[in-house]
């Protein structure tokens, strides 16, 4: 005779698995839901439900005393239509859904409405690993993921790390040959550092715009260029750049070209005072010197 204080429905358990994310290792509180249901003899059996919350996998008979210690009742899964439309035999002896017509939602089994938020108030909509209801199999795979994802942040950042140091490495070698007169060979390594291949990030931009600055600071106004133009492949958009390849257009009397850079730097920062002032300057003095416009 079963006990007449358990019932067949939808039920849950939670237990800790081990979660590693890179160096940190902690348990993860993971909650599962099962199906128990009643057989012919009066015997409880119980069996696990996938993420949809339809029952699948191995059933096992289960007693009313380990249902009770180790498992919680979720009464509100289910109107009492779509748990006896979950019950119904399939294939097998397995659940199935109703043949049913569409228009009646009233059968169905399980309908989004039905399924509980399972996030903590304020969090509705967001995934949460201490909530989700994932198998073993599952939170090994999900932990599996975050460690492969881990290895390849590393592997990229200690590239991205490798190709800044080779850059800087051979710029201020050019600078020591520039410094010693060796002005060819300079620039051919400035050159090397222009155009060099390797794992470069938008973070990068900074250190070519430094290069960029030093060389036209130097008077080499085309591989300071060639360093911006570099920059602009790793930040479109920085608007400071084209500030900076507007100076050595105006200094090499450049004027125009110098004018629509000027004008693309406030396109994409109209705050960006320093622009709007050189902007300013070149226009007056277009004015005052006609022959200035070149």
């Known amino acids: 005779m079963a006990d007449s204080s358990v019932k067949k429905g939808i039920y849950s358990s939670t237990h800790s698995t081990p979660l590693i994310a890179g160096m940190t290792r902690r348990a ?33 008979p289960i007693t009313t005393t380990e249902l009770s210690a180790r ?27 109703p043949a049913a017509d569409p228009a009646d939602t009233s059968l169905l089994p399980l309908q989004l409405k039905d399924i509980p938020d399972l996030s903590p108030p304020g ?33 990229r950042q200690a ?33 090397k550092v222009a155009t060099m291949d390797g794992e470069f990030a938008p973070r990068h931009k900074h250190m070519f715009n430094e290069f960029g600055i030093g060389l036209r600071k130097n008077n080499l106004p085309d591989m300071a260029l060639k360093m911006y133009r570099r920059t602009l492949e790793l930040s479109p958009n920085d608007d400071h750049i084209y500030h900076n390849m507007a100076r050595i ?44 416009s070149l």
Request: net charge positive.
């Open 28 to 60: 993860a509180k993971v909650k599962r839901f099962w199906a128990v249901q009643t057989e012919d003899d009066g015997s409880f059996s119980i069996q696990p439900l996938n993420q949809n919350l339809i029952p699948t996998g191995q059933k096992r």
């Open 71 to 97: 498992f919680t009742f979720e009464p509100d899964y289910f109107v009492e239509q779509g748990t006896k439309a979950l019950w119904r035999p399939g294939p097998e002896g397995q659940p199935s859904a």
């Open 123 to 155: 969090q509705a909509g967001k995934v949460s690993l201490d909530r989700t209801p994932l198998g073993d199999g599952e939170d090994e795979m999900a932990a599996l993921l975050q460690r492969r994802k881990d290895v390849q942040d590393k592997k």
């Open 159 to 191: 590239a991205e790390d490798q190709a800044e140091q080779r850059a800087r490495a051979e710029f201020v070698l050019g600078v020591a040959h520039l410094k010693r007169g060796d002005r060819i060979k300079a620039l051919q390594l400035f050159e």
């Open 249 to 292: 257009h105006y200094e090499r009397g450049e004027v125009a070209k110098a004018t629509e850079l000027l004008q693309k730097s406030l396109e994409l920062n109209p705050g960006l005072e320093m622009s709007r002032k050189f902007l300013d300057f070149i226009e007056k003095n277009r004015k005052k010197f006609p022959r200035f």
